[in-house]
């Protein structure tokens, strides 16, 4: 599957909202597709409606946002701003509004001045909020956040054609081909039936079955001092390393429209869990001080999906079952100490001169 990009209109008054249009494009940029907006047009001889209305038909997604001022009005009494979005509603591009959530905080600068200006913002926010989804802002990083969550649940929700790279995708003749196979496969599915294709799959480790983890060493700052962890190798059961997966999985959350998803983060999930299995095997501070690889990480994440101890979808507000939550509270209650031991190196913590650079790769 190819990588898809996506452009992306940006549609505001402009004076009023030069910092959170540029913020609104740089966190476009940072996801990897492509904004379109009015400070990247050119001179030219067209109306600007004229020039616009095609980069709007050609955007997958149109993000409008919302402050305290209708625009600039056109002759026909509509603001260039409010008839951009009834073009995006015409042709069928989805739209994302971001509202400012307390108008009244607005500057007076950046606010409407007279009574049918206030008239005009308040029936266009009216008509753009009507059956949408809309997220409410007030600062450039509530903007940012409201606009990332909104293009990642329409890529979901609304999937739009987007941009591969030309030299990502097949010749037209291959395309050809495979759309005459594809066709084929229909009729003989619809002759034959769907034929499902038993594919054996490997059987997972029990919970009491052993596994290894290497323990990497990191420095810290510790008791006003540069420490620095040692490397081990750790052997325990599945299960054995859950309880501290359990309580230093780090992972954060989002909300849109009801729906809540979750991220890993990584790096804090790694760092936690090798230096909490370091705690439970040396009577040493170990915090920041140990870290288990990436892909020791996934290897867990993996086992406890499968084993049904972790959700195998982002779509939650946990990555944790109700059944990892009642194993990790019974050995709580259990007191059980970790029945995991080194199998190689040492879990220890020395200190670190101010020249070293134990850190840097010796080649």
């Not at 040692?230 to 309880?243: E, L």
Request: proline fraction near 4%; include cysteine.
């Amino acid at each position: 599957m190819h990588e898809k990009r996506y452009q992306i209109f940006i549609s505001s008054t402009f004076k009023d909202l030069e910092d959170e249009r540029r913020a609104v494009q740089d966190t476009i940029i940072s996801m990897g597709d492509f904004p379109v907006q009015m400070e990247s047009f050119p001179a030219t001889d067209e109306s600007q409606m004229d020039f616009i209305k095609p980069l709007i038909e050609h955007s997958d997604y149109y993000v409008l946002i919302i402050g305290g001022r209708y625009g600039s009005v056109d002759d026909d009494g509509f603001s260039f701003t409010h008839k951009e979005f009834r073009h995006a509603v015409e042709c069928g591009v989805p739209v994302l509004v971001m509202v400012h959530g307390k108008p009244e905080n607005i500057a007076a600068g950046k606010s409407e001045s007279t009574e049918i200006g206030r008239k005009n913002l308040k029936d266009f926010v009216a008509e753009a909020e009507n059956k949408r989804i809309r997220k409410a802002w007030e600062t450039t990083g509530d903007l940012k956040l409201a606009v990332r969550e909104a293009l990642d649940h329409a890529k979901r929700a609304k999937p739009r054609t987007g941009w591969v790279r030309g030299d990502t995708i097949a010749s037209f003749d291959a395309l050809e081909e495979l759309n005459q196979v594809r066709k084929e496969n229909e009729q003989f599915r619809e002759t034959l039936g769907s034929l499902a294709v038993d594919v054996p799959l490997p059987s997972i480790p029990l919970a009491s079955d052993v596994t290894v983890l290497n323990l990497l060493p990191l420095s810290a700052v510790r008791f006003g001092e540069s420490r620095r962890g040692s490397a081990a190798k750790v052997q325990g059961s599945w299960i054995s390393f859950f309880p501290l997966f359990f309580t230093n999985f780090e992972y954060g959350t989002s909300d849109w429209n009801g729906d809540f998803y979750w991220h890993t983060k990584h790096d804090e999930s790694c760092v936690g869990i090798g230096s909490a299995i370091a705690s439970e095997l040396a009577f040493v501070e170990t915090t920041g001080l140990f870290k288990i690889s990436r892909t020791a990480l996934d290897r867990l994440v993996a086992y406890y999906t499968e084993a049904g101890l972790m959700v195998a979808t982002n779509m939650a507000e946990s990555p944790f079952t109700e059944a990892a939550q009642r194993v990790a509270r019974r050995h709580h209650i259990a007191g059980e100490t970790s029945s995991f031991e080194v199998i190689e190196g040492s879990i220890s913590v020395s200190a670190v001169r101010p020249y070293d650079d134990y850190d840097k790769v010796p080649f």
